[in-house]
């Protein structure tokens, strides 16, 4: 994946992740805020992983 779209996927996953604190159902948020705090996870370690990378020069 491009840094650009995993950033935009980092950012839509965070956002929906603590938008979904005002939902009032807790099953529902549940729902919502596991799978976009995993999917925020892993774009955050892809991310990581690609600047640690570029830094040694492996691209």
Same mark, same amino acid.
């Given at each position: 994946?491009?840094?650009?779209?995993?950033?935009?996927?980092l @950012?839509? #996953? *965070?956002?929906?992740? !603590?938008?979904?604190?005002?939902?009032?159902?807790?099953?529902?948020?549940?729902?919502?805020?596991?799978?976009?705090? @995993?999917? #925020? *996870?892993?774009?955050? !370690?892809?991310?990581?992983?690609?600047?640690?990378?570029?830094r040694?020069?492996?691209?």
């Open positions: 994946m491009k840094t650009a779209t995993l950033w935009l996927v @950012l839509v #996953a *965070l956002t929906v992740n !603590i938008a979904s604190i005002f939902i009032p159902d807790s099953l529902q948020q549940a729902l919502i805020s596991v799978p976009t705090g @995993l999917i #925020a *996870l892993a774009a955050g !370690i892809t991310l990581a992983v690609k600047k640690r990378k570029r040694a020069g492996v691209v």
